[in-house]
């Protein structure tokens, strides 16, 4: 029998610097997993077609479904909140008002929800090959950025068809959006990465953003807050970054005054969450294998 | 040489789940309700955790190895040896959990065939998809594109759903695939398993071919014909650690006289109260019990026979099967006319030159003792290997067939 480690001649370049690559339990730094994402960029294509692509094929009503959700569930609201609990709306139509509500919001809870049961679904591959593993949320989040662009469209036209054409202020909705997806997104990273180990997070996160569009003024005026939060500490309703971006999706859309310094504290939570999920996710990351 | 692939000291280990007992009482239970999600919680948190107490698992043990450049590496060993955990670790599935691991170079991983296919999309969006997910840019599978389609032959259904392929068309794609792949080191887990023969034997070609292309391949497989065939060197892992690394034909022969569980080159039969049995089957090459012969080389087997009723002639049949149970040769004892005692005798013949190409084969026996038939319950597997010397000549060996006869040349030049 042949000696294991003797037969074959060690060679001297065998010191850690010498490799490409080095493999540890150390955690790699962000700088290299920018670098990956970046080498990978092509997948990233690749796996946002592979989400798109299959979604509506074997329908009858194809991309059309893309829209159902968000208009069956406005039309439902304003018969409920609108004409039979006469919820106030700004003296705007309560259907375009619940309308400019609910395109942000589904946007984030669905894209929340699909980031945070990703990694389960794709636990198949996380034993078979790497790739870097931001992009199995990211992936899908973007595919559905393209529902929540078709939404804004929508809410668009309707707008317009109400006003009788737009305003400048209709141009903010590009960076109030790109918030929604920031603050989905830092959601989504935290609650993915914990959420393949604890499989209790997919059974918690699916009711838990249901009730959370009721604390998140959705179906009901920011205004109706003046009452009970004194106008000193109104911005501080940004800490839920959700409830800034649906008033500045209104603001813009329908007119009012802009919640400046709300959407600025939102901005810093959003940004603060997302560098809180991609520590958490970069920490958690050299498991994923072993815990799918 | 520089190395492609370099182990200092690493070690992976798993938890093991402890037993949690079960309450007996109805009280019991409903307080267990309440008090298990704190249990789960402490269970749950040693999952993937490095640095984990409590009761491990070593999948890989001490391992310390350096892989050159070029080198084709066969890894063999029983079932929860290590082989595949190895593999992941340089796929960078899964992270060492001592020690490290580095790599020169691209790597892909072919852990199993078909990654990354998705079943709604098309045979051309899945070529895209699962080349991108192993690794490859979109110029290189675009540049790859026709040749992966060629390779499949399937190109009138590039267009249809994966999910309406047959499971022929499905492997064959998936398997050009990675086949394309152009990588320096190509990590290969059992993808040669699937499919029917003649794809089996594409599949070798084609791994045949990457091996001599000069890229680093590490290589986990069952089939000890295929690593002897393929590797340069091979690994034999046994929990976790290395046992022997070397050359092919020196670890395998190694590996299977180990694993006698695996193959079986020297059986005692399980005796019941009968008066004629087949007690026992030795190969031998020679000297040594074995079940690694070469082609060409002696092969020797000796049968022992208990006869206890009657004086009889004695017939013995053996029969020489393929992997796949096709049964290739058959010969018998008749012409020898063999008489036995009563009591138990020896009986045996030998190759001079074993007329078998490389592959695995069976030896099956039966006996006839006047008019009652004795056979084996299993037959007795061996391998058949190139002498060490030859040169391995792959296409010759992937399109030849098992039996090999004498053959008179002659060659004149006509006028």
Known sequence: MVEASEWWPMNASSAPESFDIVLSNQRQGLRFLLREMWDFRDLLYFLVIRDLKPRYRQTVFGVLWVLAPTLFTATVFTAVFGFIAKVPSNDDPYALFVLAGLVPWTFFSSSTQIASGSLISYAYLLSKVYFPRLFIPLAPMIARSMDFFVGICVVLVATSVHQGGLSVRALFLIPISMLVFVTALALGLCLCAIGLKYRDVSHASSFMLQLMMYAAPVVWPLEMLKDVVPESLMPLLGLFPMVACIAGFRASLLGGPMPWAMLGVATLTALLGLLVGLLLFVRLERSFADVA | ?415
């Not at chain 2, 999948?59 to 595949?84: C, Y």
């Not at chain 2, 497989?221 to 002897?228: E, F, I, L, Y």
């Not at chain 2, 002639?313 to 036995?340: C, G, N, R, Y």
């Open chain 2, 1 to 415: 040489m520089s190395l492609a692939i370099h182990f200092e000291n690493v070690i992976k280990t798993y938890p093991v789940h402890s037993l949690i007992s079960q309450p007996t009482t109805i009280w019991a239970s409903a307080r267990s309700l309440f008090s298990s999600p704190l249990r789960n919680l402490r269970e749950l948190s040693r999952l993937g955790n490095l640095n984990a107490s409590g009761e491990l698992v070593y999948a890989l043990d001490q391992v310390s190895l350096g892989i050159n450049k070029g080198e084709v590496v066969g890894l063999i060993g029983r079932n929860g040896s290590g082989k595949t955990t190895l593999l992941k670790v340089v796929a960078r599935v899964t992270s060492p959990s001592t020690g490290w691991v580095g790599i020169n170079g691209r790597v892909a991983s072919l852990l199993e065939v078909g990654t990354g296919f998705h079943p709604e999309l098309s045979g051309r969006e899945n070529v895209f998809l699962s080349g991108a997910i192993m690794g490859m840019k979109r110029r290189e599978i675009l540049e790859q594109y026709d040749n992966i389609v060629a390779y499949a032959e399937i190109a009138r259904f590039m267009d249809t759903p994966v999910k309406r392929y047959s499971s022929g068309m499905f492997i064959r794609l998936a398997f050009a695939v990675a086949a394309h792949l152009n990588h320096d080191v190509m990590l290969v887990d059992e993808v040669l398993a699937v499919g029917d023969v003649l794809f089996q034997k594409k599949c070798l070609k084609t791994m045949a071919e990457i091996a001599g292309a000069g890229r680093t391949v590490l290589f986990v497989s069952h089939n000890m014909s295929a690593v002897m065939q393929l590797c340069d060197r091979v690994i034999w892992l046994e929990r976790g650690k290395i046992v022997a690394d070397g050359l092919p034909q020196t670890v395998v022969r190694d590996y299977l006289r180990h694993s006698s569980d695996f193959i079986v080159s020297d059986r005692l039969e399980v005796k019941s109260n009968k008066a004629r049995c087949i007690e026992r089957v030795r190969l031998h090459d020679g000297s040594e019990t074995t079940s690694v012969f070469v082609t060409d080389g002696p092969m020797h087997c000796e049968v022992t026979v208990l006869l206890d009723d009657e004086k009889a002639a004695i017939d013995l049949i053996f029969t020489i099967l393929d992997a796949q149970s096709t049964p290739l040769i058959t010969f018998s004892s008749e012409e020898a006319k063999l008489h036995t005692d009563l009591g138990r005798c020896l009986v045996s013949f030998a190759f001079e030159r074993l007329p078998l190409n490389p592959g695995r084969y069976q030896l099956d026996l039966a006996m006839e003792v006047g008019r009652h038939h004795e056979h084996l319950a299993e037959p007795v597997s061996f391998e058949v290997s190139w002498p060490t010397n030859e040169r391995k000549n792959f296409d010759h060996l992937l399109e030849s067939g098992p039996i090999r006869v004498p053959v008179e040349w002659h060659c004149s030049s006509i006028e």
